[in-house]
């Protein structure tokens, strides 16, 4: 299906149920997935009498993102998971090279990305907000257009982590796609 129309959007737009806003964009939203395969590209259509509405530009505006962020590498076109670390012992957390160097012997573990090639290892850095409640946070990443190659190697690196005693001394998360990074 590489065509799909949204007819009489407006009905959505102001409908009488306070939830018609909700169900509008999840149409719009199920429909665009369903439109364009594999190698042919699709189009959606939505008829209405006022295209600058908020609601319709916003989802044109989230799609937009969606599209660049694939092309990125970032999801939802690639699978994402972070391991999150930050020292554990209140007095010993001004410091930030214990939780580095576990995400570097993590970084180590998963061959930096050659074990398994369809997985790129991004990392270890410091987190947006470096440091809060007094403790530094370091994060590494796992990218993946293949989920299941994500998974395999995120399960292999828990086993190992779990098993170190770097990790005793961190306090250490996992977080498959995040929502911030």
């Known amino acids: 299906m590489t065509l799909v129309g949204v007819l009489n959007a407006d009905q959505g737009l102001f409908g009488t149920d306070p939830r018609s806003h909700e169900r509008l964009a999840q149409t719009i939203l199920q429909v665009a997935g369903r439109a364009g395969r594999a190698d042919r590209p699709g189009e959606v259509v939505i008829q209405t009498h006022y295209p600058d509405h908020p609601l319709l530009t916003c989802l044109l505006?989230?799609?937009?993102?969606?599209?660049?962020?694939?092309?990125?590498?970032?999801?939802?076109?690639?699978?994402?998971?972070?391991?999150?670390?930050?020292?554990?012992?209140?007095?010993?957390?001004?410091?930030?090279?214990?939780?580095?160097?576990?995400?570097?012997?993590?970084?180590?573990?998963?061959?930096?990305?050659?074990?398994?090639?369809?997985?790129?290892?991004?990392?270890?850095?410091?987190?947006?907000?470096?440091?809060?409640?007094?403790?530094y946070r370091v994060q590494l990443l796992f990218r993946s257009a293949q989920r299941a190659a994500l998974h395999r190697l995120v399960d292999r690196v828990l086993l190992e982590i779990r098993a170190s005693a770097e990790a005793r001394h961190v306090r250490w998360s996992v977080d498959i796609d995040p929502l911030e990074i």
């Open 61 to 135: 505006t989230a799609r937009l993102w969606r599209v660049r962020d694939a092309r990125a590498g970032r999801t939802p076109g690639s699978a994402l998971a972070a391991v999150l670390a930050s020292r554990v012992w209140h007095a010993e957390a001004a410091k930030r090279e214990p939780a580095f160097a576990l995400l570097e012997r993590v970084r180590v573990l998963a061959g930096g990305g050659d074990a398994d090639t369809a997985v790129t290892v991004l990392g270890p850095a410091a987190q947006t907000m470096e440091r809060k409640d007094g403790r």
